[in-house]
């Protein structure tokens, strides 16, 4: 008989009321924006905490849901504060760059973020972002601003852990 595999690493204590996130999401979400056409998307994101520091990396890509073809990924990290604060960084494959601040409820597993900073765009301005464990099930709703327009849904998913 074999060893067991031995359990993940206990995550840092900043991270423990995020635990939950930890893992992979898979889903579909919808986009749209006032000046480009609606869209349907799959999803998978990736959370995971980082051996004794206190910080989850994160990683996402979408695709076609008809063919299969990649459209968008990001990656960046969250670091959670004792305060029920968390910063975020996040750089896109577009090569858009985002620092974003907010805050989590540990109890309610809802997590806001807005843009403290958008960079390397030419047109977006802002986004925010909300995220929500419904059920079992987390979905987010972002929203962004462009030189044009103030602050606009823009896309939408529900996920499901695998």
């Known amino acids: 008989m074999g060893d067991p595999t031995p359990p993940p690493p206990t995550p840092h204590p900043a991270v423990a009321p995020l635990s939950y996130l930890l893992g992979t999401w898979k889903g579909s979400?919808?986009?749209?924006?006032?000046t480009i056409s609606s869209?349907?998307?799959?999803?998978?994101?990736h959370f995971f905490a980082l051996p004794g520091k206190p910080v989850i990396s994160y990683t996402?890509?979408?695709w076609k849901l008809a063919s299969g073809e990649p459209?968008?990924?990001?990656?960046?990290?969250?670091?959670?504060?004792?305060d029920g604060t968390l910063e975020v960084v996040i750089a896109q494959?577009?090569?858009l760059v985002e620092v974003q601040k907010g805050t989590f409820n540990e109890q309610d597993k809802t997590i806001k973020l807005d843009s403290d900073m958008v960079g390397n765009a030419s047109k977006v301005k802002a986004i925010s972002r909300v995220f929500e464990l419904v059920n079992g099930e987390?979905?987010?709703?972002?929203?962004?601003?462009?030189?044009?327009?103030?602050?606009?849904p823009h896309l939408r998913a529900v996920l499901k852990k695998l």
């Open 60 to 62: 996402q890509k979408t």
């Open 93 to 95: 494959s577009t090569g």
């Open 71 to 82: 459209m968008h990924a990001e990656s960046g990290y969250w670091r959670p504060k004792p």
């Open 29 to 34: 979400g919808e986009g749209g924006y006032p």
């Open 138 to 152: 987390l979905s987010y709703v972002v929203q962004m601003a462009t030189n044009l327009s103030s602050l606009q």
């Open 39 to 45: 869209f349907s998307y799959g999803e998978e994101l």
